[in-house]
C-alpha cells in the first residue's frame, strides 16, 4: 500500500531524480497517482498528479523543479478518489509543510473538523492532509518536537516522511504500524517503504520500530521515541542486489518470477537438507525439543495466496508431524479474541512480512499465550522481526503484485517445517530422507514444468475470452485450485471459483455448460481416481476439460479436452509443480487480453492497511 520516498543530501545529487527513480521500483505498493515536493533552497515545491510515476517523470520534464532534499509518493487510495488534487504531498495552509504517508488516520474526520473550526482551510478528501495541518498547528521549536505534538493526537496507522520549509534539508520520518526504513550514505540519507527504491545507491538500512522518530539531515541521522529519548537502532545490510530486482529479457515481472522458480526452490532449500539425518536444519526456529513436545495444536495465520500455501502446509504437517493444525484468515481471526493458546504454535505466513492483518493476527496470538513463528521472504520485514523464530524463503524480492515464487518457496518452507516436526513426533527416518531427497529433487523438476508453456500459450488463445472459470481439486491440490483461480481474476478479471472437486455437485455443477473452462488438478495420488470421477461428471455436462495430471498417469483423452502432465514427485509436494501451469495459463490469457499484469486494477502488491 502507497510507498514513500524520501531523500537528504546537501547537495550532492538532485533530490528530484532520485526520488522518481525510487517511486519506479516502489509502484508495485499502489500506482493511482503520484507526487514529489522538493526543498529548493527558497521553500518546497510539489508537483502531482493522478496516473503511473511515467506520467510524473513526464510533468517533471515540463515543469522541472530542483534541490538538495525531498519526499515523494505513489498511492493506493484510500481516502478520497485517485485524483491529482487527492495525490501526496500534501501541504499545511502555507504550503511550509509536506508530508507523504502510507497507512489510515482512523481519527481523520474528527481532526479535519477541529482543525477547520480553528482556521485551517483543507485542499483534499484525504487523511493525510490532516496530518499536515495538525503539524503546522503543533508548537514546538523543531519540526521533530512538532511532529511528535501533532502524532500524539493521532489514532491510526503510518509511515510518513515530513518536511519543512523553515529546515532545509531535514527529513522527519515516523512509524507507525506501516512499514519504513532508513537508509544510510555517505553524506546523504534516505527514507523509503522498503529497500529497493534504495538499493542502487546504499545497501545500509535501518528498520524503524513503531513509535520510532528519525531525523535526516545531510550531516546524520538520529532516532527519538515519543519522549524525544534517543534510541539505537542496528544497521542491517541488504543481501541482495539491484540485478534482483531488474526485470532483465522479460516482458513483466510476474514472468520473470514463474521462470525463477527452480532458483527459488532452491533458495529455500538450500543447506538445510541433511540427508544422512534426515534432518531438516532451521536454525532460525528457536524451538528447543521440549518445546516441541508440549505444541498440540498448530494455527497458521495469513492472506491471500499465503493462507493457500497455508492450506498445503497444513495437510502436510499433519501428515508428517501428526499435530492438528489450523488455517486462518488473519483478518478474521484477529478480531476473534483467540482462546489461550499456551501449547499451540501459531505461524504467520507472509511474503512481504508487512501485511497488516497477518501482524495483527500474531500479536493477538501472542497475547493469548502462543509462541510464534514466522514465515517470510523480506528480511528484517516486521513480521520477521516481532516473531519468536522462523523461516525465511530466501527466494528473493517479489515485484510482480499477483504472487508466485513466494507460493512455491513457501510450501517448500512448510514441506521442511513438517519434516523437523516430524522428526519430533516420531517420523521414521526413512520416510524424512525420502521426503529430503524428494525436495532436493524439486528444482530440477520445476525446470521441466516449463517445457509446457506453448501448450499453455495454446490454451490461453483459446480461453482468452471465457467469462467464467472454475478451478478443482482436491486434497492437497485443493488450495492449488484455489490458488489457480485467483491468479486468474487478479490479472485477467475473469471471474474464476476454486472449489473441492467433490464439493462442485452442492452448487457449481449447476453452472458447468460448453462455456465454462473447467481445470482439473489430477496429479498421481491417492485422490486420483475420485478426481476422474469428478471430471466425468463435469464432461457429461459438456464443460471443457483442463486436467493438470502427472508424466506417467493414464491417458485423459477420453476425459479431458486437453492434458498438462507434470513431473511425479512425493504427493505431498505435488503443488509446487501443479501451480506452476496454472501461473503461466493466468500469465498468458492477462497478455493476451491486454491487461496491466504487474500493475492489476484496484490491487497493491504489501496489504499494510487493515
Ligand atoms: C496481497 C497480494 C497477494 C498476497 C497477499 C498477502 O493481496 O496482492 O499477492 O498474497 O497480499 O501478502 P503477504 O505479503 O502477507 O504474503
Known amino acids: 500500500m502507497?510507498?514513500?520516498?524520501?531523500?537528504?543530501?546537501?547537495?550532492?545529487?538532485?533530490?528530484?531524480?532520485?526520488?522518481?527513480?525510487?517511486?519506479?521500483?516502489?509502484?508495485y505498493r499502489g500506482y493511482d497517482s503520484a507526487g514529489v515536493a522538493v526543498h529548493t533552497g527558497d521553500g518546497i515545491v510539489t508537483r502531482k498528479l493522478a496516473g503511473r510515476v511515467p506520467d510524473l517523470q513526464a510533468l517533471l520534464a515540463r515543469s522541472p523543479v530542483s534541490g538538495a532534499s525531498g519526499i515523494a509518493h505513489t498511492r493506493?487510495?484510500?481516502?478520497?478518489?485517485?485524483?491529482?488534487?487527492?495525490?501526496?504531498p500534501h501541504v499545511d495552509c502555507d504550503e511550509r509543510i509536506a508530508v507523504v504517508h502510507n497507512g489510515i488516520i482512523e481519527n481523520a474526520d474528527t481532526l479535519r473538523r477541529a482543525l477547520e473550526g480553528c482556521g485551517h482551510k483543507?485542499?483534499?478528501?484525504?487523511?493525510?492532509?490532516?496530518?499536515?495541518?495538525?503539524?503546522?498547528?503543533?508548537?514546538?521549536?523543531?519540526?521533530?518536537?512538532?511532529?511528535?505534538?501533532?502524532?500524539?493526537?493521532?489514532?491510526?496507522?503510518?509511515?510518513?516522511?515530513?518536511?519543512?520549509?523553515?529546515?532545509?534539508g531535514k527529513i522527519v520520518v515516523a512509524r507507525q504500524g506501516s512499514p519504513v526504513l532508513l537508509g544510510i550514505g555517505d553524506d546523504e540519507f534516505f527514507v523509503a517503504s522498503d529497500a529497493s527504491a534504495i538499493i542502487e545507491y546504499t545497501r545500509s538500512v535501518v528498520h524503524l520500530n513503531d513509535g520510532d522518530i528519525a531525523v535526516l539531515t545531510p550531516q546524520g541521522y538520529h532516532i527519538l521515541?515519543?519522549?524525544?529519548?534517543?534510541?539505537?537502532?542496528?544497521?542491517?545490510d541488504v543481501t541482495w542486489d539491484l540485478e534482483a530486482i531488474a526485470l532483465g529479457p522479460y516482458a513483466h515481472f510476474m514472468q520473470k518470477e514463474i521462470f525463477e522458480q527452480a532458483d527459488t526452490v532452491r533458495g529455500t532449500l538450500r543447506g538445510r537438507l541433511m540427508f544422512d539425518e534426515g534432518v531438516a536444519r532451521l536454525n532460525g526456529l528457536n524451538i528447543t525439543p521440549d518445546d516441541c513436545a508440549a505444541?498440540?495444536?498448530?494455527?497458521?495465520?495469513?492472506?491471500?495466496?499465503?493462507?493457500?500455501?497455508?492450506?498445503?502446509?497444513?495437510?502436510?504437517?499433519?501428515?508428517?508431524?501428526?499435530?492438528?493444525?489450523?488455517?486462518?484468515?488473519?483478518?478474521?481471526?484477529?478480531?476473534?479474541?483467540?482462546?489461550?493458546?499456551?501449547?499451540?504454535?501459531?505461524?504467520?505466513?507472509?511474503?512481504?512480512?508487512?501485511?497488516?492483518?497477518?501482524?495483527?493476527?500474531?500479536?493477538?496470538?501472542?497475547?493469548?499465550?502462543?509462541?510464534?513463528?514466522?514465515?517470510?521472504?523480506?528480511?528484517?520485514?516486521?513480521?520477521?522481526?516481532?516473531?519468536?523464530?522462523?523461516?525465511?524463503?530466501?527466494?528473493?524480492?517479489?515485484?510482480?503484485?499477483?504472487?508466485?515464487k513466494a507460493f512455491t518457496s513457501q510450501i517448500v518452507a512448510l514441506a521442511l517445517l513438517g519434516v523437523y516436526l516430524g522428526q519430533q513426533r516420531g517420523l521414521p527416518l526413512e520416510a524424512r530422507r525420502d521426503l529430503l531427497c524428494r525436495l532436493a529433487q524439486l528444482p530440477t523438476l520445476v525446470s521441466r514444468v516449463f517445457a509446457l508453456e506453448p501448450h499453455v500459450r495454446r490454451l490461453a488463445e483459446e480461453f482468452v475470452d471465457a467469462r467464467n472459470a472454475l478451478y478443482l481439486g482436491r486434497g492437497v491440490n485443493f488450495p492449488?485450485?484455489?490458488e489457480g483461480a485467483l491468479k486468474l481474476k487478479e490479472i485477467s478479471y475473469i471471474h474464476a471459483e476454486g472449489y473441492p472437486a467433490a464439493e462442485m455437485k452442492h452448487g457449481p455443477i449447476a453452472l458447468i455448460d460448453a462455456e465454462m473452462p473447467v481445470v482439473f488438478l489430477a496429479p498421481h495420488d491417492e485422490v486420483y481416481t475420485k478426481v476422474l470421477s469428478n471430471m466425468q461428471e463435469v464432461r457429461a455436462r459438456g464443460?471443457?476439460?483442463?486436467?493438470?495430471?502427472?508424466?506417467?498417469?493414464?491417458?485423459?483423452?477420453?476425459?479431458?479436452?486437453?492434458q498438462l502432465r507434470v513431473p511425479a514427485t512425493a504427493p505431498l509436494l505435488s503443488p509446487v509443480l501443479t501451480v506452476i501451469p496454472l501461473q503461466l495459463l493466468a500469465y498468458h490469457i492477462a497478455v493476451l487480453r491486454g491487461c496491466d499484469v504487474d500493475r492489476p486494477r484496484n490491487l497493491a502488491k504489501s496489504v499494510t492497511v487493515e
Open 543 to 562: 464443460g471443457r476439460i483442463i486436467a493438470v495430471t502427472t508424466e506417467g498417469n493414464g491417458d485423459l483423452g477420453g476425459l479431458a479436452d486437453h
Open 2 to 27: 502507497c510507498g514513500v520516498i524520501g531523500y537528504t543530501g546537501g547537495g550532492r545529487r538532485d533530490a528530484s531524480s532520485i526520488l522518481v527513480r525510487g517511486l519506479a521500483r516502489l509502484e
Open 480 to 482: 492449488v485450485a484455489l
Open 295 to 404: 505444541i498440540n495444536r498448530i494455527t497458521i495465520v495469513a492472506c491471500g495466496t499465503s493462507w493457500h500455501a497455508g492450506l498445503v502446509g497444513r495437510q502436510i504437517i499433519e501428515s508428517l508431524a501428526q499435530i492438528p493444525v489450523t488455517v486462518e484468515y488473519a483478518s478474521e481471526y484477529r478480531y476473534r479474541r483467540p482462546l489461550p493458546a499456551s501449547n499451540t504454535l501459531t505461524i504467520a505466513i507472509s511474503q512481504s512480512g508487512e501485511t497488516a492483518d497477518t501482524l495483527e493476527a500474531m500479536r493477538a496470538a501472542r497475547a493469548a499465550g502462543s509462541r510464534v513463528l514466522g514465515i517470510v521472504n523480506v528480511v528484517g520485514s516486521t513480521i520477521a522481526r516481532e516473531s519468536d523464530g522462523g523461516i525465511y524463503l530466501h527466494a528473493g524480492p517479489e515485484i510482480g503484485v499477483a504472487s508466485t
Open 225 to 236: 521515541d515519543r519522549e524525544s529519548h534517543v534510541q539505537l537502532r542496528a544497521v542491517d
Open 122 to 168: 483543507f485542499r483534499t478528501e484525504t487523511d493525510t492532509e490532516t496530518l499536515a495541518h495538525l503539524i503546522e498547528d503543533s508548537p514546538g521549536e523543531t519540526l521533530e518536537a512538532r511532529v511528535i505534538a501533532a502524532l500524539e493526537l493521532v489514532v491510526g496507522t503510518y509511515g510518513l516522511a515530513v518536511m519543512s520549509a523553515d529546515e532545509p
Open 76 to 88: 493506493w487510495a484510500t481516502h478520497g478518489a485517485p485524483t491529482t488534487r487527492n495525490a501526496h
